[in-house]
């Protein structure tokens, strides 16, 4: 039993004083996992951030939402603290309600989510990606059920404030980025490789900016990125970004090549996908690209399709006359159609992605007529490679476990502990150098699986 003070009023009975072990999903049962950390100290910081939020904005909320948003915002504080304190005192999993259209999916898997005795599923003992993602389901069930505050984005503010705070960096990339789509015409095609291939650096490292993990604290974004990722290259763990370029190369003028983007965190990092997107359509290496955002409120900082909007207008009307020129150009490639928005339920269910086949054949298929699925941040590889703490040599292509609706690339800082793919010995090294390797976001990964 450990001998933290606070840790003996809570009833984490069979929690193991050990890390996953190899092969095993990752799960906070596991003291010295990033699950445990989460479970027990980041996930009730987030939670009690909304709550004092929502108490703190309570009059704004109620000018924008109508004064009858008053008596629901206390009855959603209400079951938003009942639901750290089922966290926090390791209770059952309990059925979402209403009906929304995902509700259904979500108890049919929260029925099957028994542990090995056949016991419910609790929060520190079921695995850590379903009790994660149940956690920001049940928070946006507080909201769902309401009748003024169904559209209330409790991380709204964070995500705003994310892109405000970095437009310093904002406005160097896109001077780069306009000069390059302005000139596309005098790019020989090595000069679009080079390109290519720092700005899906800048895309990778834009991944950083992830307010979960810095449990809401603002990540400021303040130096040149295009100087930056000069200084990253020893952090990138595999870099397969060359044999993205290849496929996307040998596609290239082609009608009919579709990227998917599955987008990640809203502000900077949203920011450097649509730098990479403009590039991809600019240069004929994508004659479409489909971003794909999420349906509610997830992990703080994710695209909902309101930040996505929010983005292009705020920018499109900035007082930095290039900034607006981008923007306008991007607000043109939407109206094109050259660029799409969509938003899946998939991406807000608590699946691995190799069941994506069986729980939504629907995007399953339509990913499958994409050339390429661009995959960005820490959960979606989670969610890719099954979040198995798997040896960390097991080849990335067999952790995908059946997934590959078509070429994968997958840009991730590292921010949880399972990773695959490595070299002998690179593990070891690694974590002989920052013992928080797998978590810190320090390190990254560009990896790349063929259909
Ligand atoms: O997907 P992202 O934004 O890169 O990271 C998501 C994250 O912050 O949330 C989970 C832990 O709470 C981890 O997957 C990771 O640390
Ligand atoms: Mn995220």
């Known amino acids: 039993?450990?001998?933290?003070p606070n840790e003996s009023e809570m009833p984490y009975d069979s929690c193991e004083d050990i890390g996953t072990p190899l092969n095993v999903q990752l799960c906070a049962k596991y003291k010295r996992s990033f699950a445990y950390i989460t479970m027990k100290d980041r996930l009730p910081i987030i939670l009690t951030q909304v709550i004092d939020h929502m108490s703190r904005e309570k009059e704004n909320i109620v000018n924008e939402y109508g004064k009858g948003a008053l008596e629901e915002l206390k009855i959603a504080i209400g079951k938003i603290s009942k639901l750290k304190n089922e966290?926090?005192?390791?209770k059952p999993l309990i059925l979402l309600e209403g009906n929304a259209s995902d509700v259904t999916i979500w108890n049919a898997f929260l029925k099957q989510l028994k542990d090995e005795e056949g016991n419910d599923p609790r929060w520190f003992h079921s695995a850590w990606l379903a009790t994660e993602c149940y956690m920001y389901r049940r928070l946006r069930e507080a909201f769902e059920l309401t009748d003024t505050l169904t559209s209330f984005d409790p991380f709204r503010s964070k995500k705003q404030a994310a892109l405000l705070d970095s437009l310093g960096t904002i406005n160097v990339l896109c001077t780069y980025v306009k000069r390059l789509v302005e000139q596309q015409n005098c790019h020989c095609s090595t000069d679009i490789k080079n390109e290519f291939m720092k700005l899906l650096y800048v895309d990778l490292w834009g991944n950083r900016c992830d307010l979960s993990l810095s449990g809401g604290e603002k990540v400021l974004m303040e130096e040149d990125?295009?100087?930056?990722?000069?200084?990253?290259?020893?952090?990138?763990?595999?870099?397969?970004?060359?044999?993205?370029?290849?496929?996307?190369?040998?596609n290239r003028e082609k009608s009919d090549v579709i990227v998917d983007m599955v987008l990640d965190n809203a502000g900077y990092e949203l920011y450097t996908d649509l730098c990479l997107a403009d590039l991809l359509v600019t240069f004929s290496l994508a004659s479409q690209v489909r971003f794909r955002a999420k349906v509610l409120p997830w992990y703080v900082s994710d695209v909902c399709i309101p930040d996505f909007q929010w983005t292009l207008q705020i920018l499109s009307n900035s007082e930095n006359s290039e900034v607006s020129a981008l923007a306008n150009r991007w607000l043109g490639h939407m109206k094109s159609g050259k660029w799409v928005l969509c938003a899946d339920e998939f991406w807000t269910l608590?699946?691995?992605?190799?069941?994506?086949?069986?729980?939504?054949?629907?995007?399953?298929?339509?990913?499958?007529?994409?050339?390429?699925?661009?995959?960005?941040?820490d959960l979606n590889y989670r969610k890719l490679t099954g979040d198995i703490n798997w040896e960390p040599t097991k080849p990335f292509s067999e952790a995908l476990s059946g997934f590959r609706p078509t070429n994968i690339a997958a840009l991730r800082t590292l921010k949880a502990d399972t990773i695959c793919g490595l070299l002998a010995g690179q593990a070891e090294d690694t974590a002989a150098k920052s013992s928080e390797w797998l978590i810190s976001g320090q390190y990254a990964v560009v990896q790349y699986s063929s259909l």
């Open 1 to 4: 039993m450990s001998n933290d």
């Open 87 to 90: 966290l926090q005192t390791n």
């Open 225 to 250: 990125p295009l100087q930056k990722i000069g200084q990253l290259t020893e952090y990138i763990l595999i870099d397969e970004a060359e044999k993205v370029w290849n496929t996307l190369a040998v």
């Open 350 to 377: 608590p699946h691995v992605f190799n069941q994506m086949q069986n729980v939504d054949p629907t995007l399953y298929q339509e990913l499958s007529n994409a050339v390429l699925m661009i995959i960005k941040g």
